[in-house]
């Protein structure tokens, strides 16, 4: 059992009855003849690792390697404790969750790169922030996760995650687009439901730039973080109401590919243009990033 | 990457901050040390492209000095790896080239001194998403990834060799998935190295060693 698209993906769980999270579960366990058991016990070691970056610089901040990030998480979280925040507990909660995982990969701490370290924030923290929420157990982020990594397997095949490649979009994009069709299924809505949530959550991004300061991941791939779990949140609210592109997934995915590619060099990871080339960011990376100076 | 795994996608488990910067180095600077038999005790290692521009921030110094002490890219001591290298008795240094440009943008020289005082030179790419290359090893160019059981020989290169690394391979109903042969010149220095789909076990790797031309076989990965 193997799916090359979203069509054929939808096409099989019409077929079997089935929800994206099986799908890429039977998958796993044909083609690396790995048991679903085991399979599923990993899924929940990475959750479990999730949850540690999460709660980590709640507890102890600690100050990025490049020295751009540092407490933001802790920041968040006291000024949500005392004040209404702006834009909902639940969108405050993800988007704290979010940049503190940043933190704790930007101070060579354990995370889960999902799809890549530099958006490992996105999907713990829009998982988390549901979950604390609405109390889901255990096994539904498990199956989340599944379905999460269903999204992302066909971004892989069929565009990238790669912030070298396609920018921001492909990394940030991506992963918003994995967590948005997990929380729709959190949700109890259909695999159809999901990747129309996955392809609002990328068309959302689409076209965003990989500008890091000083080549660090730490700044402003923080706060992009926490745009791409709360994009996640607004992608499947909409979805589950129905609201959907008249694009579907793989032709989003594809436009995507394609924005990427057409992006200049100086905008994919080079810290040679955008945020990363403006006087101050060259002044931070000073020492560092000869191509800066000039 | 022939099958794109769920834990692809949503893995690896990684200590951050980036899986080329940081996890693919520390891999390279593991899978030189699998190709030291003796203990370690000098480690100096140039740095190129990238690397050499961003590894203060991106913790690969942390990370090759981590690897080298054999440590996984999921260890929590990768942070504090120059401590434990101290301890160790491990001496390191780091050197820059930002001068390189036909080099892979992620490269690292890796020369390593055992405690006897011998040298081996490997360079290493990292190719992302934690993924690594080793390109040379003493100035021979290779490839070697260590995604398979690998084991790596040096030998004469003589006539014979080839045949009997895989005899004793198929005795033990290992199949080989990838087996390779490099040399510079004629009749002198020769690497082969073999990557198999099984668990190569150490029996098979001192067995190979009886040939009067293999000078050392190591298990890699």
């Not at chain 1, 689409?206 to 949140?233: F, H, K, M, Y």
């Not at chain 1, 057409?262 to 931070?284: D, F, I, N």
């Not at chain 2, 000098?42 to 690397?51: C, D, I, P």
């Amino acid at each position: 059992m193997d799916f090359m698209n979203a069509a054929q993906l939808l096409d099989l769980c019409g077929q079997q009855d089935i929800s994206l999270a099986e799908a890429m579960r039977r998958r796993e366990v044909e083609l690396t003849g790995v048991l679903r058991a085991r399979n599923d016990e990993r899924m929940r070691r990475t959750w479990q690792v999730m949850q540690d970056a999460i709660h980590t610089p709640l507890e102890n901040p600690a100050r990025s390697m490049g020295g751009l990030i540092g407490g933001e998480a802790a920041k968040l979280d006291q000024r949500t404790k005392i004040q209404a925040p702006v834009c909902g507990a639940v969108v405050a909660n993800a988007i704290t969750y979010a940049i503190g995982v940043l933190e704790v990969n930007a101070s060579m701490g354990l995370i889960v790169a999902a799809p890549t370290a530099g958006s490992s924030g996105v999907i713990p923290g829009a998982f988390a922030a549901v979950q604390a929420h609405l109390g889901h157990s255990e096994d539904d982020i498990v199956d989340a996760l599944w379905c999460a990594a269903a999204v992302g397997y066909l971004i892989t095949l069929n565009g990238t995650v790669s912030g070298a490649q396609g920018g921001c979009q492909a990394e940030v994009g991506s992963a918003s687009a994995m967590a948005a069709a997990g929380v729709v299924q959190l949700m109890g809505g259909t695999p159809k439901t999901s990747l129309d949530a996955a392809g609002i959550a990328i068309t959302n991004l689409l076209g965003l730039v990989c500008d890091p300061i000083a080549g660090l991941v730490e700044s402003p791939c923080q706060t992009r973080n926490a745009l791409g779990a709360a994009g996640a949140l607004v992608a499947a609210e909409l979805a589950l109401a129905g609201v959907a592109l008249p694009v579907p997934f793989d032709e989003v995915v594809d436009a995507m590919s394609r924005v990427g590619a057409s992006l200049p060099y100086e905008l994919r990871e080079t810290a040679l243009g955008g945020v990363a080339a403006t006087a101050t960011a060259c002044r931070l990376a000073a020492g560092g990033c000869g191509d800066c100076a000039k | 990457m022939d099958i794109i795994s769920a834990f692809d996608v949503i893995g690896p488990i990684m200590i951050g901050p980036s899986s080329s910067h940081t996890a693919g180095a520390l891999r390279i600077a593991l899978l030189a040390r699998g190709m030291v038999r003796d203990t370690i005790v000098g480690a100096r290692f140039t740095l190129y492209g990238s690397f050499a521009e961003t590894y203060r921030g991106h913790g690969t110094d942390r990370a090759l000095v981590a690897g080298i002490l054999g440590f996984g890219t999921e260890d929590r001591k990768i942070k504090d790896s120059f401590t434990y290298a101290q301890q160790a008795g491990l001496v390191y240094s780091f050197v820059c080239d930002t001068t390189r440009r036909d080099l892979h943008p992620n490269t690292v020289e890796i020369e390593l001194t055992d405690a006897h005082g011998h040298a081996t030179m490997v360079q290493g790419v990292s190719l992302g998403g934690g993924r690594a290359e080793i390109r040379a090893i003493n100035g021979i160019e290779v490839r070697l990834t260590g995604e398979y059981s690998t084991v790596l020989i040096h030998q004469t290169d003589a006539p014979g060799v080839l045949a009997y690394i895989t005899r004793v391979l198929s005795e033990q109903n290992i199949n080989i998935a990838f087996l390779k042969l490099y040399r510079e010149k004629r009749g002198e220095t020769a690497y082969t190295i073999v990557e198999a789909d099984q668990e190569i076990p150490q029996a098979v790797v001192h067995e190979m060693e009886q040939h009067p031309s293999i000078h050392s076989a190591v298990l890699v990965a």
